[in-house]
């Protein structure tokens, strides 16, 4: 049964081919009826039939092909009525009538008996010797047709499965495509998220000043050594920092964050700027991922004044100065570097040690923070501007001091820098505005080096009545 | 328009070695700078001169690398001197208060003819 199957020739459409031999067969015996038959299980099934038409199977009743299929040999019946097992086929006690059966079986290379190549007459009647070979070779005709069509199947079946192992590549192709597009998705919001942590966040509004920033990273992904903050240690009091982590990059922005979270925490504890770089030390000499890690930083607290103006106090850990800026009665700006003497460089050294200063910072008067890529940054010339072209420029800067204003003047004086290897860039300036000035508010401008056209204001209209 | 990075140690003695830099020693030199030096605490020099003469130019990448060269010095019960500071490099050290750790002479000579000369036999 195997075998039949395997030939693939059950139920298929009738075929050109053994039509053909069935009709010969039926001529050369001179009888009415010839067929090509496969024995199923349970059924034999007429791959042709000459002059049998509208049957295409019958029951597996014993007596003709049935038992023909049983032996390898030409089965002849001279006459069914006097065959003890073929008298009681429906063929021949049916309507039928047949009389006369003769069967060669179709016998594969590999010796399956598939089904027969009959004849039948419903007269009883005598072939020769030679006439049954022939029977047996119109068997093997069928055999070798369908050998021949079992190879064509086999290229047939090769072929399909060919192009499904194909398309299945193809597919599993398709998928990896697809899994490492939504990978590259997944890991990019992750990055967003993780460096939303890392740049400095919004300035908020501090009642009576006006705050102004600027922000540029030399690294593609916007994150870098640099950074800044302002928020509120309770009561009316605001702190705000600013510093430089040694390196850039994500490396270096990893201790930006740690340092951001540390100086913010410190101060909740404690809000005086010598205790919060103090702390700030400690974590990083702690940290042994932070390894020799280390930043400078100014960290400073502002106490609002009753008459105006915030009392500024002021701690520096190898940081460069701030500058104030005074507005004179000449109409010009008086330039003060606010030191505080011995701050060292934080989390290099367990023995660091950091002083504070105090200054006032009146209505009309500004403050401006920044990093070293501000005063390392080159000149046309090729020097560097440095504190004294740093403290020029801003001698120069219009009174009263706006934040707003000065950290525009500070961005254009570095956009005016033909400099291509610029470093980080963080910036933060603090004004009180006079009594008739416009309101205080915020003014942000994000830079990154990838984009250098993307001058992008942040909150720009997050201003306060 | 960077002047090439050099490095040489043109002097040891004992556990002393002078290692001296010329070019700008900025984020592209100072892993070669820190590497060499820490080569020399392992090998038996942990009491480092560093000569900054030629130095045209440092950040603060270069100041991390002394940060790390000192630090890594101690661990070894060494030392870091520097010899002939160039003036913008002193007031970085100035400004980030390394200059109060740091023992500093005005050339590689001063800083070995200071040492006391018992440690050179050690």
Aim: proline share 6%; glycine share 8%.
């Amino acid at each position: 049964m195997a075998a039949v199957r395997r030939y693939d020739i059950l139920d298929t459409p009738p075929d050109g081919a053994y039509d053909r031999v069935a009709a010969l067969a039926a001529r050369l015996f001179e009888v009415p009826v010839a067929t090509v038959t496969i024995v199923d299980e349970d059924r034999i099934w007429f791959k042709a039939a000459h002059g049998l038409e509208g049957v295409s199977e019958i029951g597996r009743d014993p007596g003709l092909c049935a038992s023909a299929v049983l032996t390898d040999d030409t089965t002849v019946i001279p006459d069914t009525l006097l065959d003890p097992v073929a008298c009681s086929n429906p063929l021949v006690a049916g309507p039928m009538g047949v009389r006369f059966y003769a069967a060669a079986p179709i016998i594969t290379a590999d010796g399956y008996r598939l089904g027969t190549v009959n004849v039948l007459d419903t007269r009883p009647r005598e072939i020769s010797e030679a006439d049954s070979a022939t029977l047996a070779d119109l068997a093997a005709v069928v055999r070798d047709q369908m050998e021949l069509r079992l190879s064509a199947l086999r290229v047939v079946r090769a072929e399909q499965e060919r192009r499904k192992v194909e398309q299945e590549r193809r597919q599993a192709e398709e998928e990896a495509r697809q899994r490492a597009e939504r990978d590259k998705a997944a890991i990019a919001a992750f990055a967003s998220t993780l460096q939303r942590t890392l740049v400095p966040p919004v300035l908020p509004a501090v009642p009576g000043l006006e705050l102004a920033c600027h922000y540029k990273t030399a690294s593609p992904q916007e994150v870098g050594g640099d950074f800044y903050d302002v928020f509120p240690v309770g009561g009316d009091r605001w702190a705000f920092f600013l510093g430089d982590v040694c390196g850039k990059g994500a490396e270096a922005a990893s201790v930006t964050s740690l340092t951001r979270y540390t100086l913010r925490a410190a101060a909740l504890v404690d809000a005086d700027p010598t205790a919060a770089l103090n702390a700030l030390n400690t974590a990083l000499l702690l940290d042994a991922a932070v390894g020799t890690r280390f930043c400078t930083a100014i960290f400073g607290v502002l106490d609002p004044v009753r008459d105006g103006g915030f009392t500024v106090t002021l701690a520096t850990g190898g940081h460069p100065p701030a500058y104030h800026l005074c507005p004179t009665e000449e109409g010009g700006v008086r330039v003060e570097a606010a030191r505080a003497k011995g701050g060292m460089l934080v989390g290099a050294f367990a023995e660091a040690a950091f002083a504070s200063r105090t200054l006032h910072l009146a209505p009309g008067q500004g403050l401006l923070l920044y990093t070293d890529g501000l005063t390392e940054a080159r000149t046309a010339d090729g020097h560097m501007l440095d504190d004294t072209g740093l403290m020029d420029f801003l001698a120069h800067r219009p009174a009263p001091v706006s934040a707003g204003s000065l950290i525009d003047g500070t961005v254009a004086l570095l956009d005016t820098l033909p400099d291509t290897e610029r470093d980080d860039v963080a910036l933060l300036a603090l004004s009180v505005p006079t009594a008739d000035a416009a309101p205080a508010g915020i003014t942000t401008t994000v830079h990154s080096a990838a984009a250098p056209t993307a001058d992008v204001s942040v909150a720009q209209e997050n201003r306060r009545p | 328009m960077t002047d090439a990075f050099h490095i040489d140690v043109p002097h040891t003695d004992g556990t002393l070695a002078v290692i001296a830099l010329s070019g700008d020693f900025d984020i592209a030199a100072a892993p070669a700078v820190r590497g060499r030096a820490l080569e020399l605490i392992s090998g038996g020099h942990p009491d480092l001169v560093a000569d900054l003469a030629g130095v045209t130019f440092c950040d603060s990448s270069g100041l991390g690398a002394l940060v790390g060269i000192w630090r890594c010095a101690k661990d070894a019960d060494g030392s870091l001197t520097l010899a002939a500071i160039p003036d913008r490099l002193g007031r970085l050290l100035s400004v980030t208060g390394m200059d109060t750790l740091l023992p500093a002479y005005p050339s590689a000579q001063a800083a070995l003819a200071a040492r006391p000369s018992n440690r050179t036999t050690a």
